[in-house]
């Protein structure tokens, strides 16, 4: 061989054989290290904050009473010494965790005097808003480092067109932080073929996630059981692990909750005691076994339903853990009589990697479903944030004008009544005033034999309720705040106390039982 290869040169000088450079995203650095690109990761921030940020201005309409009363009048009251306490916190079923992150807020703008209203009620949005598009991003760079740049770019593309993403991850909802908190732990959840995994990031955001919600523990359940089973150290796991971050969790949250409650309270307990025993969710509606199934998760998922199914029978097997705990949590909650969309969001995110390998497969229909989806989950997520049940927030807009100091002063004070269903609006986490006001309450049965509540009492009999109520015309409010579907019951005691309609918001194109299509104020003259 060394004879021969002098033979093939040419003259004195040898040519270089040039290889020809592969393209492929198989041989691709950049396509290997996703996570250490610093110009795509810089991109994807600032694409998923500004992305969050409109998502969050243009959502003005409300969901569930619980965004307002379980988070921000109960922040409203830690700062400001005002503000309605429900039933809940009374009976020691809520944590304060959630609550203390937007009273933190407010502290800080009454520090520096800057606690107008709607700094109260925009900067939880926004600070939620924030935490949904660092979840984003850790959702973009986990898919990306699963699988290839087009398949994650389809499992991103269908992440955010979800329009019930799109409705509630910016609300001041413990569900939406839950599902916030469960999209950053499966960026750490050890996946097969993850290359971001950590156990102790994981485990302590998934128990963050039941202090906040202990319902989070459903969802987490079957991924926690296939993590040990697939673990082969597992008493480390567990004395390393799980005991020292479950501990934490536990005394850290109990800590703050005895602080609050001025006494020693174990919100775990009281919360298994309460709906256990009392079954109270019950008293809040129930539905039929099998409602998830065919309606509640239809809805949520909205026109990825067909993609996902199909995602599921193509990635069945490379991500059976995932969708084991989307068919967990549907099959528990399907258990449980009280039903809501927003129990299974924490699921969506899961349903979302399914959805997106459906449509990366799709070829030559693809471009055709990726606009269905667009436009069905566009058209949704802007009906629901900008015009669905939007009355119950701009009547409270209306309100905060009473809050002027001079009218509140001058007689009469200003006295407003909320003749709706219970906790139908805001209270003074979106009028910041001290002004007086009362609902219609409705704390649960915990075992009074013949209980009715206030709210009950009164849509049995509207006009015997006003005038038991209101028996000396000195005694009457103000205002009155009621739905359009009330006017006609009240009528007469409207008339006989001079009470004029001085203002009419739109609040539904879907009235249903109590609930109005439009909401009236009317003033005392």
Aim: charged fraction near 15%; charge should be positive.
């Amino acid at each position: 061989m060394e004879n021969i290869r002098p033979r093939l040169k040419f003259g004195n000088k040898v040519e270089e054989v040039k290889l020809r450079k592969r393209h492929s995203q198989l041989y691709s650095k950049k396509d290997d290290s996703p996570l250490k690109d610093g110009v795509l990761r810089a991109r994807v921030v600032v694409f998923c904050v500004a992305f969050r940020l409109i998502n969050c201005f243009l959502v003005q309409t409300s969901f569930v009473p619980d965004e307002y009363w379980q988070s921000l009048e109960v922040s409203h009251r830690m700062v400001f010494n005002y503000g309605y306490m429900t039933w809940e916190w009374k009976a020691g079923i809520r944590g304060f965790f959630y609550p203390l992150l937007f009273a933190s807020i407010y502290k800080i703008l009454h520090f520096i005097n800057y606690d107008s209203v709607h700094l109260l009620i925009w900067l939880p949005r926004v600070f939620q808003a924030l935490l949904a598009a660092f979840a984003d991003v850790k959702f973009f760079f986990l898919i990306r480092t699963l699988e290839s740049r087009g398949v994650a770019t389809w499992m991103f593309f269908c992440h955010l067109c979800s329009w019930f993403s799109w409705f509630c991850c910016t609300r001041t909802l413990t569900n939406s932080m839950e599902t916030t908190i469960t999209c950053l732990a499966l960026f750490y959840y050890p996946l097969p073929g993850s290359k971001t995994h950590s156990s102790k990031k994981y485990l302590s955001l998934v128990a963050l996630a039941i202090v906040v919600r202990p319902t989070a523990v459903i969802v987490w359940f079957p991924l926690l059981m296939y993590h040990f089973w697939k673990e082969e150290n597992k008493l480390r796991l567990i004395t390393h692990k799980c005991i020292p971050i479950g501990a934490v969790a536990v005394v850290v949250s109990t800590l703050i909750d005895c602080i609050f409650y001025d006494k020693w309270t174990m919100v775990q307990f009281n919360f298994l005691k309460f709906n256990i025993i009392y079954s109270v969710a019950d008293f809040y509606g129930s539905h039929p076994w099998h409602w998830y199934f065919t309606q509640g998760f239809a809805v949520v998922i909205g026109p990825h339903l067909p993609l996902f199914l199909h995602g599921c029978t193509i990635a069945f097997k490379r991500y059976k853990i995932l969708l084991a705990a989307v068919v967990w949590t549907l099959v528990v909650y399907s258990l449980l009589p009280h039903k809501e969309f927003r129990f299974i969001y924490p699921v969506l995110p899961f349903c979302m990697i399914f959805s997106g390998i459906s449509l990366a497969n799709l070829k030559a229909w693809r471009r055709a479903a990726a606009f269905f989806l667009l436009v069905g989950n566009l058209a949704a997520a802007l009906y629901t944030g900008l015009i669905h049940q939007r009355g119950t927030l701009d009547v409270m807009t209306h309100l905060q004008t009473l809050c002027d100091v001079s009218n509140i002063s001058s007689p009469p004070q200003t006295d407003v009544l909320f003749l709706m269903p219970c906790h139908s609006t805001p209270f003074y986490s979106h009028v910041h005033c001290p002004m007086k006001m009362r609902f219609l309450e409705c704390p649960p049965d915990l075992g009074e034999e013949g209980y009715v509540d206030e709210a009950d009492r009164f849509y049995n009999d509207p006009l015997h309720w006003l005038r038991t109520s209101f028996p000396y015309k000195s005694s009457l409010p103000t205002h009155l705040v009621l739905f359009d579907v009330l006017e006609t019951e009240i009528s007469l005691f409207l008339q006989a106390n001079n009470y004029v309609r001085t203002a009419e918001m739109f609040h539904t194109h879907f009235p249903e039982g109590r609930v109005g299509g439009s909401i009236f104020i009317y003033e005392r003259h």
